[in-house]
Nanobody, 119 residues
Framework: VQLVESGGGLVQPGGSLRLSCTAS????????MRWVRQAPGKGPEWVATINPTGGTSRYADSVKGRVTISRDNAKNTLYLEMTALKLEDTALYYC?????????????RGQGTQVTVSS
């Protein structure tokens, strides 16, 4: 199993970023996929989950209305479109697969991509 995130970087408050996660080693289209973030000195925070077909998604209240999770099963790729970024969005963002739409558990995760929001 391999999950490789990309797209992170340094962005000013109010800016936007699009994160990607390319998966291999498992049948991507069979699994719920999620984004989780971890800020320095804090525990993991669930961000969003999407079901296998992409037809249903859930978001944490802290990001709802500002981020969109999506997937392209033909490309085995998961996305997170983030807008109106805030300082508190600074974190290591990683993708993970497995678990249910309503749980926080997962089977495996990637190494993550760093998002830094700073002026």
């Amino acid at each position: 199993v391999q999950l490789v995130e990309s797209g992170g970087g340094l962005v000013q408050p109010g800016g936007s970023l699009r994160l990607s996660c390319t998966a291999s080693g498992f049948t991507f289209s069979n699994y719920n996929m999620r984004w989780v973030r971890q800020a320095p000195g804090k525990g993991p925070e669930w961000v969003a989950t999407i079901n296998p077909t992409g037809g249903t998604s859930r978001y944490a209240d802290s990001v709802k209305g500002r981020v969109t999770i999506s997937r392209d099963n033909a490309k085995n790729t998961l996305y997170l479109e983030m807008t109106a970024l805030k300082l508190e969005d600074t974190a290591l963002y990683y993708c993970a697969f497995g678990g249910t739409l309503w749980s926080s558990d997962f089977i495996d995760r990637g190494q993550g991509t760093q998002v830094t929001v700073s002026s």
